[in-house]
């Protein structure tokens, strides 16, 4: 790496089309405008976690040191975040390609092969991730059955967990799609809106 | 066959110690073998407490206050001056109560559980950077508890202000004085090294620590009558055991506290020192009432007859 | 079934799969096997939930959300000038100062994560911009990091002096001993490495350039301040200090300087939120997997196939150290301290080993194993915040593994390193 990276450089944040908001979709039509408020909601869920997050963190230290009551809620409403976040997250990672691996023996294999690999990670990615959507089904439906409640807020626990098989399941989708992207077109996909490379080019998110 | 026992404590706590004389006196009398698996090693409390319900595991020790969120009447552990401070009576009550032994196991096998039986952990002592007598005394100390509405409620009545705060931060917290106060029995206080960073020890009297051992029932309802009865025996023999144990449990760790921390101030309140205290539980008692309803006002009163036969 | 198990998160690993289809085939795998059949598989849902819970990893987000901004805005250059005008003409001079800083953050957040990114972020560039090569760069910020475990407050120690009943407070301070060592090492492989490979250094400033430096850093030296008042005054836990420079770091940067506005601020949450979960995941499936590791007491039929009685105090502490760092390069820390401490802890009462020297050892295996790969969280942190491939971040590593290793060394044929300070602090 040069001095002249382009981490070194001051960097306008709003010249990437990931951070001005403008999600794209590899699908056509309706299924396309349904991807695209799908990508918005999660970009808007991931925000508005973090900033939940430490609106909730902060009140709840103002209100112990100056007001001498803390809000007995706050480190339950923290977890509802951190499932929040994870697995809104985890499908606008898989969106983006920005789901962590290691690449070195798959970028020294050649193209042919190298396309091949990505069909089979994304197929069996996709798999795990609908096999998963699967069980966390089950096993909200297991807790619903059981009543437990979250002590201070008394709210079921498995409504914390509603949004955990929603995102594996748009991760699922998103890695099929891009086995069948990789399948029809001749270039090599990481995700259905990143060709492979990105190592080198670090966009921005 | 393998059966597996997971608790809420380590190996060498009240759960962990009941624990493997349970395991010694299964394995002794039956082919059985039993794994223990101790606090974190599968998850805390409320994942043994599911995977128990799952029949992965066969038996695990949670203590009422965590069932709570699952069975909202074992929350009467909580008010308190409920049981009494004189161990006879206490023993006594957990073994002949009609509340324990016949009404609880009614609730847990509704969650697919057998209660197999509560055991008493020890008093639950204070432990404060400042000498406590009184309420007053309590004033502005923000006092850890769990974040269970009886012990916020509780602490509140206390004159204290009562603060939740992770199990792991509650060390460092003492340290830097976010908290100033939390409460335990006297062997946690003594094997988790809280004294280390609070400089009173208070005993009020206001509640013993309570916790339950139970069966998946599906598990125990297959079970040949045998090894029922093995496991009935072997529950039987870790409670005497553990009553047993307990006996000089807290004074040697206090003396162990007092040996490692010899600053460490004693202080165990007097009939009329714990008067207010006992004035301000009566609200606990209407806001478990109000969060248990009818369900929770007839354990409630049964407890009060036991604890009124056991008395005698 | 543990080599199976290991064997095929390896060749996923390889293959180039998402990091976190190898920890979550591992766990399947794993369930499937100990249950025989796909009947329990929502426990494997439930502790991938129970990875993400404890209340400390919210300071993972915070943290990044505060060093995002603030490399965004203008605090971290301010800082980060002024540090320069210091040791900008010495030799490693900026890399010193990386290494010192890593450990002086982990000291009073207890987050080796959080270090990663809150000093990694701002620094990075800087020591790229410097001549520092990246692989270097990305080692010594994971690996100085990690020091984090052993200078109190330490979540490891507490939770190894609960298990085995050691006092925690006499564990925190034998770990300052270590720490400061290690941090002794880095700093001196750091100049080394800026002399072998000829790093510039900047002239040195005038007093009066510093001066002015200090003055431009005024405002976010308060982050410092905020920190270290914060949680020693009592005001807040570690976990809260970084929602409390979350809130520092937009009054400065929004309020202040100017340099952020609305829209950055969403995007910035929006990127950490992403950086968050990227992480989370595989957190949890971590936990899954060593979920599944622990209730088929794996780590037990291990050692007890090693068997370690008669082995003399010298060769437990090896078994020890052994075991724990192999432990963590796969299993969760925290998990491998609960399940192999209970299981250690006769042996090292027969062999008369004092335990909280066993225990600065067992952290500093810990330290170590978290930085090491194939997997640990601050690898798999760094990769997702610094957006490098994880063979660069981790081709620095072995140096400074090298060095820990030396110290662990160290620590069994000198115990004073550890216990020195413990001994003039407690003496009777
Ligand atoms: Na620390
Ligand atoms: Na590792």
Redesign the interface.
Known sequence: MSPADPEDQPRPAATDPDVTGGEGSALPGVLGMIDIAIARTEAVMLAAGVLLMALNTISNVIGRFVFQSSLFFSEELNRILIVLITFAGISYAARHGRHIRMSAIYDALPAPARKILMVAISIITAILMFALCYYSVSYIVTLASRGRVLPSLQIPVWVIYLWVPVGFFMTGAQYALTAVKNLLDKDIYLSTSVLEGYDDTETEI | DTW?YAFEE???EVQGKFAQKFKAEVEANSDHTI?L????????S??IM??A??G?LQFVDQSPGFT???IPEAQVFFVPYLLPGDTEQLNSFFRNSVALNEMFPELYAA?GLELLTMFPEGEVAMTTKKPVHSPEDLD?V?FRV????LL?ESYKAFGA??????W??V???L????IQGQENPTSFIE???LY??TDVIIYAGHNNFTTALMANKDFYDALPEADQQVIENATDAAFEYILAYQKDLESVALEAIKK?KPEMEVIVLTEEERAPFKAAAGTVEETFIEMTGDSGKKILEQMKADLAAAAE | MAITIFAIMIILLLLGFPIMIPLIMGAFVGFFMVFGGFGQMETMVQQMMAGIRPASLIAVPMFIFAADIMTRGQSADRLIDMVMKFVGHVKGGLAVSTAAACTMFGAVSGSTQATVVAIGSPLRPRMLQAGYKDSFVLALIINASDIAFLIPPSIGMIIYGVVSNTSIAELFIAGVGPGLLILLLFSIYSVIYAIRNNVPTEPKATWGERLRAVQRALWPLGFPAIIVGGIYGGIFSPTEAAAVCVLYALILEFAIFRSLDLKGVYDTAKSTGLITAVVFILVAAGAAFSWVISFAQIPQQMLTAVGISDIGPIGVLFVISIAFFVGCMFVDPIVVILILVPIFTPVVDSVGLDPVLVGTIITLQVAIGSATPPFGCDIFTAIAVFKRPYAEVIKGTPPFIVILLGVSMMLIFFPQIALFLRDLAFAD
Not at chain 2, 161 to 166: G, K
Not at chain 2, 175 to 178: A, D, G, L, M, Y
Request: glycine share 10%; proline share 10%; net charge negative.
């Open positions: 597996r380590a190996l060498e794994q698996f101790p606090y974190g090693t599968l998850g805390e409320a994942d599911e995977q319900q799952a992965i709570g969120s699952l969650q502005e923000k769990m974040t269970n509405p916020v202000t009562p603060t939740p705060l992770p792991g931060e060390y460092g917290a340290q830097t004085n976010i094997s988790t090294k280390e960073v490692a």
